[in-house]
């Protein structure tokens, strides 16, 4: 049977910015858990994760720098399935995309020969630096490799963002319905949210929460794979996935799981369900011709289908929970 949602949720505010409702929000827990006798999550026999990746007003709310057409709406049908499985969901796991101005993919990374930033989603190619096209304002010789391993990675060139996401800013929070219903999950099923931060280091891109998209740079280590991240979702015996976007951290991420679980055990491939209705795709920039690469969209269709032919499983929100 589903649970109702508590009485202080509401779908029309799921895009909206407000102060979190701490007050009303641990008030409705204690009432909630004793009317519907909710069991603390430490006793589950079969444990459940829901895995937000980047559930940000960032990306998340309209007007936000960096928002994703149907977000909104992502978010309200990720809300009404946390609701209506809370007695089922042991644990919330959610990644934090953090950044600060001065970053590799930023404006204020680079400059044109009149000293002009790029414009966001500006394309800048290793060969554009080679030939002065776009010049870094810091690092120069590590700006440089960096496009270079990039490139040579085969997942994506550098795109220049508009700054967001950023460290003591709106933008970098939870949605605050988002964060309404991890702190009432906390409270109804006695456990914490676990929070993941990433994308601080300057001289890399981390789409994926579980490691950088560039290790290392000019033999500098810039991250490497998040294995207490892994064995964490690994204590699960099944982790449903959504957030934001479907085309770029949610992809990246979902492919590092994919890669990770291959080479150790593929038989756990099938823990991982993709609630496919819980993502967006970032659109695609306005290029003639548009790069296969930057179709965004397609790329999200794409990568969803081999995620499936890999033996994740692509489920709905509007579906059972297995039991």
């Known amino acids: 049977m589903s649970l109702p949602p508590p009485r202080f949720h509401d779908d029309a505010r799921a895009g909206q910015l407000y102060l979190e409702r701490v007050a009303e929000v641990s008030e409705e827990a204690r009432r909630y858990a004793a009317e ?18 980047d559930a940000q007003v960032a990306f998340c709310t309209p007007g936000a720098s960096l928002f994703v057409p149907g977000a909104v709406e992502d978010t309200q049908r990720t809300l009404r399935w946390l609701y209506a499985h809370l007695d089922r969901l042991t644990g919330l796991v959610f990644s934090l995309d953090t950044h600060r101005a001065f970053q590799i993919f930023h404006p204020a990374w680079w400059k044109d020969a009149e000293g002009r930033p790029p414009a966001p989603m500006t394309v800048i190619t290793a060969k554009d630096v080679r030939d002065g096209r776009w010049h870094p304002t810091r ?11 990039l490139e040579a990675s085969g997942r994506y060139v550098l795109t220049i963002w508009p700054y967001h996401a950023l460290l003591g ?48 740079v000019k033999g500098q280590r810039v991250g490497e794979f998040n294995t207490r991240l ?12 959504f957030g934001q976007a479907s085309s770029h951290c949610v992809l990246s991420t979902l492919r590092d799981l994919q890669q990770h679980l ?28 548009l790069p296969a690469g930057l179709d965004f969209p397609r790329v999200a269709k794409a990568a969803l289908e081999g995620f499936r032919a890999a033996g994740m499983r692509v489920v709905r929100t509007t579906d059972a929970l297995e039991a």
């Open 36 to 53: 519907h006798r909710v069991r603390p999550a430490r006793e589950d026999r079969v444990r459940i994760a829901a895995f937000g990746i």
């Open 139 to 149: 690092h120069p010789e590590e700006s440089l490799a960096y496009c270079e391993g």
């Open 169 to 216: 800013g709106q933008s970098h929070a939870l949605v605050p319905a988002m964060y309404e219903a991890s702190l009432f999950h906390a409270l109804v099923r006695d456990t914490p949210t676990h929070f993941e931060l990433k994308g601080e280091h300057p001289l890399t891109e981390n789409y994926s929460v579980m490691a950088p998209e560039v290790t290392q």
């Open 230 to 241: 892994m064995e964490h979702l690994l204590s699960f015996d099944r982790v449903y996935v």
């Open 262 to 289: 291959e080479r150790t055990d593929p038989s756990k491939l099938q823990r991982i369900h993709i609630l496919e209705d819980a993502m967006s795709p970032v659109p695609a920039p306005p290029l003639d011709p």
